[in-house]
């Protein structure tokens, strides 16, 4: 039995990774629009942001560090954050995809109690808006989250909550994603 030198060895492994970076970057390229558009969330992230006492949320500063990145098949962009606020350290996991079937974004957040929270997302243009309608002691509350593209590299945002059919609306949170890389 013969033992393969060095050098073919070395040649098998860089040509293996090469062929899987090409297959992988086929896979973006295949990629239909709406989730290349999923793609503005992919890189690191700070966070900086302000919570306001409301009914329905406490007062304080936040502050997030996140990393988003496309999973293995190409199919989600999941973000991992890991955040800091009135309530300490948390970390948080988002997963972004489109479903070609019935033309729609899905966003799906999961904390460390695992339930996951699912929520309608509609993105036109620049903005996402994330929608929530929930019914709290006999009254709905409508719930909805913008996130802001417009600026390269930087993402503001806002939460505000109407409790009587978007008549009047009060601010819970806003605040500014800056991407590092």
């Known amino acids: 039995m013969r033992i393969p030198s060095l050098a073919l060895v ?32 992919s890189g690191q992230w700070t966070t900086k942001g302000k919570l306001y006492d409301t009914p329905h949320s406490h007062a304080g500063e936040i502050s997030i560090t996140m990393t988003c990145g496309w999973s293995a098949y190409g199919g989600y962009v999941i973000c991992d954050h890991l955040m800091n606020g009135p309530a300490g350290w948390r ?52 719930i909805k989250t913008i996130n802001d593209f417009s600026q390269p590299g930087v993402v503001t945002w806002n939460t505000k909550f109407t409790e009587d059919g978007g008549a009047h609306w009060t601010l819970m949170n806003e605040g500014v994603d800056t991407k590092v890389r």
């Open 91 to 142: 970390n948080d996991l988002t997963i972004y995809t489109y479903n070609e079937a019935d033309k729609s974004y899905k966003f799906v957040g999961l904390d460390q109690t695992g339930k996951p929270r699912t929520t309608p997302l509609t993105i036109a243009g620049n903005v996402w808006s994330y929608d929530t309608d929930e019914e709290e002691n006999g009254k709905k509350l409508h």
């Open 10 to 41: 070395l040649c098998l492994i860089l040509c293996s990774m090469g062929a899987l970076a090409a297959r992988s970057r086929a896979s973006q390229g295949d990629r239909s629009p709406e989730l290349k558009t999923l793609d503005l969330w």
